[in-house]
Nanobody, 125 residues
Framework: QVQLVESGGGLVQAGGSLRLSCATSGLTFSTYTMGWFRQAPGKEREFVADITSSGSTTYYADSVKGRFTISRDNAKNTVYLQMDSLDFEDTALYHC??????????????????WGQGTQVTVSS
Protein backbone atom coordinates (compact mmCIF):
# COMPACT_ATOMS: atom_id res chain seq x y z
CA GLN A 1 0.00 0.00 0.00
CA VAL A 2 1.41 3.33 -1.07
CA GLN A 3 1.43 6.12 1.49
CA LEU A 4 2.51 9.73 1.25
CA VAL A 5 2.45 11.48 4.62
CA GLU A 6 3.08 15.21 4.86
CA SER A 7 4.23 17.03 7.97
CA GLY A 8 5.68 20.37 8.99
CA GLY A 9 2.75 22.66 8.38
CA GLY A 10 1.54 25.16 10.93
CA LEU A 11 0.90 28.79 11.71
CA VAL A 12 3.64 31.28 10.89
CA GLN A 13 3.89 35.05 10.63
CA ALA A 14 4.41 36.70 7.29
CA GLY A 15 8.09 36.72 6.42
CA GLY A 16 8.70 33.52 8.32
CA SER A 17 9.74 30.06 7.18
CA LEU A 18 8.48 26.50 7.31
CA ARG A 19 9.88 23.23 6.07
CA LEU A 20 7.44 20.63 4.84
CA SER A 21 8.30 16.95 4.62
CA CYS A 22 6.59 14.14 2.75
CA ALA A 23 7.57 10.66 3.86
CA THR A 24 6.63 7.90 1.45
CA SER A 25 6.31 4.15 1.62
CA GLY A 26 5.16 1.36 -0.65
CA LEU A 27 6.58 2.79 -3.86
CA THR A 28 9.96 2.77 -5.57
CA PHE A 29 10.60 6.35 -4.55
CA SER A 30 13.71 6.91 -6.63
CA THR A 31 11.78 6.29 -9.85
CA TYR A 32 9.12 8.94 -9.28
CA THR A 33 8.98 12.62 -9.96
CA MET A 34 7.85 14.25 -6.74
CA GLY A 35 6.00 17.49 -6.39
CA TRP A 36 4.06 19.82 -4.15
CA PHE A 37 0.66 21.31 -4.87
CA ARG A 38 -1.50 23.56 -2.75
CA GLN A 39 -5.14 24.50 -2.48
CA ALA A 40 -6.49 27.54 -0.71
CA PRO A 41 -10.12 27.79 0.38
CA GLY A 42 -12.34 28.64 -2.54
CA LYS A 43 -9.52 28.28 -5.05
CA GLU A 44 -8.43 25.59 -7.44
CA ARG A 45 -5.48 23.35 -6.72
CA GLU A 46 -2.21 24.99 -7.77
CA PHE A 47 1.13 23.48 -8.74
CA VAL A 48 3.99 24.66 -6.52
CA ALA A 49 7.18 22.77 -7.38
CA ASP A 50 8.53 19.46 -8.59
CA ILE A 51 11.79 17.56 -8.68
CA THR A 52 12.91 14.79 -10.98
CA SER A 53 13.51 11.27 -9.75
CA SER A 54 17.27 11.76 -9.46
CA GLY A 55 16.92 15.18 -7.90
CA SER A 56 18.93 16.78 -10.67
CA THR A 57 16.22 19.12 -11.93
CA THR A 58 13.67 21.26 -10.13
CA TYR A 59 10.87 23.48 -11.37
CA TYR A 60 8.82 26.12 -9.59
CA ALA A 61 5.65 28.05 -10.10
CA ASP A 62 6.36 31.73 -10.68
CA SER A 63 4.53 32.62 -7.49
CA VAL A 64 7.08 30.80 -5.31
CA LYS A 65 10.27 31.03 -7.36
CA GLY A 66 13.13 32.37 -5.30
CA ARG A 67 11.31 31.76 -2.01
CA PHE A 68 10.66 27.99 -1.99
CA THR A 69 13.14 25.16 -2.46
CA ILE A 70 12.22 21.57 -3.20
CA SER A 71 14.63 18.75 -2.43
CA ARG A 72 14.58 15.01 -1.92
CA ASP A 73 16.47 12.30 -0.10
CA ASN A 74 16.15 9.05 -2.02
CA ALA A 75 17.76 7.12 0.84
CA LYS A 76 14.97 8.28 3.16
CA ASN A 77 12.15 8.14 0.57
CA THR A 78 11.28 11.70 1.51
CA VAL A 79 10.72 14.95 -0.34
CA TYR A 80 10.96 18.38 1.27
CA LEU A 81 9.72 21.88 0.62
CA GLN A 82 11.62 24.71 2.29
CA MET A 83 9.42 27.79 2.31
CA ASP A 84 10.96 31.16 3.11
CA SER A 85 9.62 34.70 3.04
CA LEU A 86 6.12 33.38 3.49
CA ASP A 87 3.24 35.61 2.52
CA PHE A 88 -0.45 35.57 3.40
CA GLU A 89 -1.14 34.35 -0.14
CA ASP A 90 0.80 31.16 0.65
CA THR A 91 -1.90 30.05 3.08
CA ALA A 92 -3.23 26.73 1.80
CA LEU A 93 -3.39 22.99 2.27
CA TYR A 94 -0.17 21.61 0.83
CA HIS A 95 -0.14 18.17 -0.77
CA CYS A 96 2.78 16.15 -2.00
CA UNK A 97 2.41 14.10 -5.15
CA UNK A 98 4.22 11.31 -6.94
CA UNK A 99 4.07 10.56 -10.63
CA UNK A 100 5.81 9.16 -13.63
CA UNK A 101 4.10 11.21 -16.33
CA UNK A 102 5.68 13.95 -18.37
CA UNK A 103 6.21 17.33 -16.74
CA UNK A 104 3.23 19.10 -18.30
CA UNK A 105 0.81 16.36 -17.35
CA UNK A 106 2.25 16.09 -13.85
CA UNK A 107 2.13 19.83 -13.17
CA UNK A 108 -1.47 19.97 -14.31
CA UNK A 109 -2.26 17.59 -11.45
CA UNK A 110 -4.31 15.45 -13.81
CA UNK A 111 -1.73 12.70 -14.19
CA UNK A 112 -0.45 12.13 -10.67
CA UNK A 113 -0.18 8.56 -9.45
CA UNK A 114 -0.32 9.21 -5.71
CA TRP A 115 -1.37 12.06 -3.45
CA GLY A 116 -0.79 12.76 0.20
CA GLN A 117 -3.55 13.95 2.52
CA GLY A 118 -2.02 17.36 2.98
CA THR A 119 -0.61 19.59 5.68
CA GLN A 120 -2.06 23.02 6.46
CA VAL A 121 0.07 26.13 6.18
CA THR A 122 -1.39 29.32 7.58
CA VAL A 123 0.44 32.61 7.26
CA SER A 124 -0.73 35.46 9.46
CA SER A 125 -0.32 38.99 8.26
Amino acid sequence: QVQLVESGGGLVQAGGSLRLSCATSGLTFSTYTMGWFRQAPGKEREFVADITSSGSTTYYADSVKGRFTISRDNAKNTVYLQMDSLDFEDTALYHCAAGRSGPIAFRSGLDVDYWGQGTQVTVSS
